[in-house]
């Protein structure tokens, strides 16, 4: 996890048919279970940018492994527990792959992101800035941007091929997915924020927001794709956090403000990063994962 391991930023050459090719992970079909590789591969505002961050596939693994360990009270995952030492793959192949991925039951996926929102940021705060509002729901009055919000809240969206997801409210999910599966929804993608957020704050990090797979696994409801991540997650250092500020995040902040700053007009192809860029980006994901895997130390010692 040097960083100095040769970037991932697609696999090719496994004996497996690719299944799905998303921003992040390349999964290959095992048949009833799939192989999900996570890549170097980094995007922002949606779109893949040609420069990888080399181990960042690998930090990603680690801390979905971190959160799928401490969740599975809550809700169980979709991780089989099996290497990929038993595919039958040269020790080339295993040796690229090593770290990056994982193998997981396939899912009947459900095609929402589980947002789950404890503070006003991004989309959440434009919303409540022009309406009053999230997700169509009003909110108090008076509440800053970056502001924590009085409980958790539930901010669906619908998935989208062309990757711009779509907010909805909770009634319209409802009405696509019926009413029971909504609130099974809302209630795990609640306890699971709710956990980490607490798991989080140990770390020294404000947990802002964050998305949530499901999918379900021989009839049973279960978390999918990657767990809290930066990738899926704002993490804010607590320090830099004072209300009325959306401070910069632990995620790819980094990255969104270097973009912002050239005036890049968010179209493919995005720019090339500078290398101080791509360091400062790793770090980032770095920084999570040890100080959350201190906090789980600590736990253990306890
Ligand atoms: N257990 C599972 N069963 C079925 N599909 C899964 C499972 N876990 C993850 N996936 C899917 O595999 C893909 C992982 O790729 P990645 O995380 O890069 O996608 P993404 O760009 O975030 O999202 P997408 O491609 O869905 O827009 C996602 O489409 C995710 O929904
Ligand atoms: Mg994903």
Same mark, same amino acid.
């Given at each position: ?51 990888? +961050?080399? /181990? ?5 693994? !680690?801390?979905?492994? $971190?959160? =799928? ?5 809550? %809700? ?31 899912a009947?996926?459900i ?28 909110l ?25 997801d779509?907010?909805i ?27 980490a957020?607490? +798991?989080? /704050? ?5 947990? !802002?927001?964050?998305? $949530?797979? =499901? ?5 049973? %409801? ?81």
């Open positions: 996890m040097s960083g100095r391991d040769p970037a991932v930023t697609a696999v090719s050459g496994l004996p497996f048919p690719l299944y799905r090719r998303g921003k992040v992970r390349d999964v290959f079909d095992l048949g009833d279970r799939l192989l999900l590789v996570a890549t170097d591969r980094l995007s922002a505002f949606d779109v893949v940018l040609p420069t990888p +961050i080399s /181990g960042k596939g690998k930090l990603l693994t !680690a801390i979905s492994d $971190f959160w =799928f360990d401490r969740t599975g009270d809550i %809700l169980p995952n979709h991780r089989t527990g099996k290497s990929i030492a038993a595919l039958g793959l040269s020790r080339d192949q295993v040796e690229s792959l090593d770290g990056r991925s994982t193998v997981v039951h396939k009947e996926r095609d929402i992101e589980c947002v789950v929102r404890g503070h006003l940021a991004g989309s959440g705060w434009k919303e409540y800035q022009s309406h009053g509002t999230l997700a169509g729901e009003t108090p009055d008076g509440l800053g941007r970056g502001g924590q919000l009085p409980a958790p809240r539930f901010t669906p969206a619908m998935k989208n091929d062309d990757g711009h779509q907010n409210s909770r009634q319209e999910l409802a009405s696509q997915i019926g009413h029971a599966l909504a609130a099974r929804l809302e209630d795990a993608s609640l306890k699971l924020f709710t956990h957020r607490e +798991i989080a /704050g140990e770390a020294g990090f404000v947990l !802002a927001d964050t998305k $949530f797979e =499901f999918g379900f696994i021989d009839g049973e %409801l279960t978390l999918i794709d990657e767990a809290l991540t930066p990738d899926s997650s704002r993490y804010w250092d607590v320090k830099t956090w004072t209300p009325g500020t959306e401070p910069p995040s632990f995620d790819k902040q980094v990255v969104r403000d270097w973009l912002e700053e050239r005036g890049w007009d968010k179209e493919p192809p995005g720019p090339e990063l500078p290398t101080a860029i791509v360091v400062a980006t790793r770090e980032r994901y770095a920084a999570v994962l040890h100080r959350l895997t201190n906090v789980g130390s600590r736990e253990e010692e306890r």
